[in-house]
C-alpha cells in the first residue's frame, strides 16, 4: 500500500474526529425529541389538573390568553381566561397556540399565587378541536372533545373572574409586544418531534 493510499483512507477518519472535537468545543448537544407514549383519554384526564376548552384570544411569543368555555376538571379555581405559558419554549416539546382556534387543553397550574399561570401538559391529549380521534366506549372512533362529554358530562361553564382583570392600570393583554407570536400562529399546539 502506498503512502498516498493511506493518506486517502485516514483522511475521511481524521475529519470525523476533528468535526467531533470541534462540536464539543462548542457545546452542541445531540437533538432529543419528546418522547410521548400512547395514552388514553381517561389517562391523560387522571394526570392533568385542569381540563378545559377554550378559544386562543391572545398569543404573544409563548403565552397566550384562552377565552375558557368549558370545565372538565379544576372548575372551582379556572377562571373565565387561562393565561398559559408555556415552560419548554424552545426545547423540543414545545408548544404553538393559533390565535381564534379552539382547543381542548390538559394543563397543570405553572405559576401560583394571585395571578395564575397554566401549562398545557406534555405528552397530554392538548389538541385542536376536530383535530385527534379516540376510541369511544364502544370501540368506535370519536372526537376527543365528544369523548369527554360522554365520558364527563357537558362540563360547566366557568364560575371564577380572571384575577388579572383588576391589575391596577393594565391588563396582561396591555403593553406587550406582539412580535413572535404571528409567525407561527397558524401552527398546531403539539409537541413538536424531531428525527
Excluded at 382556534?101 to 378541536?129: E, H, M, P
Excluded at 376510541?135 to 361553564?157: C, H, K, N
Aim: net charge positive.
Amino acid at each position: 500500500m502506498t503512502q498516498s493510499t493511506l493518506f486517502h483512507r485516514a483522511r475521511p477518519i481524521a475529519l470525523a474526529m476533528l468535526s467531533a472535537a470541534w462540536l464539543s468545543l462548542l457545546g452542541a448537544a445531540p437533538a432529543r425529541a419528546c418522547a410521548c407514549t400512547d395514552i388514553t383519554p381517561a389517562q391523560g384526564f387522571d394526570r392533568a389538573e385542569y381540563v378545559f376548552t377554550g378559544k386562543v384570544a391572545e398569543a404573544t411569543g409563548h403565552t397566550w390568553v384562552v377565552d375558557v368555555d368549558r370545565i372538565w376538571k379544576g372548575g372551582d379555581t379556572l377562571a373565565d381566561q387561562a393565561h398559559l405559558l408555556d415552560v419548554y419554549a424552545e426545547l423540543d416539546c414545545e408548544f404553538f397556540f393559533a390565535l381564534d382556534q379552539s382547543y381542548v387543553f390538559f394543563a397543570i397550574r405553572a405559576k401560583s399565587g394571585r395571578y395564575v399561570w397554566y401549562q398545557a401538559q406534555v405528552c397530554n391529549l392538548t389538541s385542536a378541536l376536530r383535530s385527534r380521534r379516540v376510541r369511544g366506549p364502544d370501540g368506535t372512533a370519536m372526537w376527543l372533545e365528544d369523548f369527554i362529554v360522554a365520558t364527563y358530562g357537558p362540563g360547566e361553564r366557568p364560575k371564577v373572574e380572571d384575577p388579572w382583570r383588576r391589575l391596577p392600570g393594565a391588563s396582561p393583554r396591555e403593553g406587550r409586544s406582539q412580535a413572535g407570536g404571528a409567525s407561527r400562529a397558524s401552527a398546531i399546539a403539539r409537541p413538536r418531534r424531531s428525527g
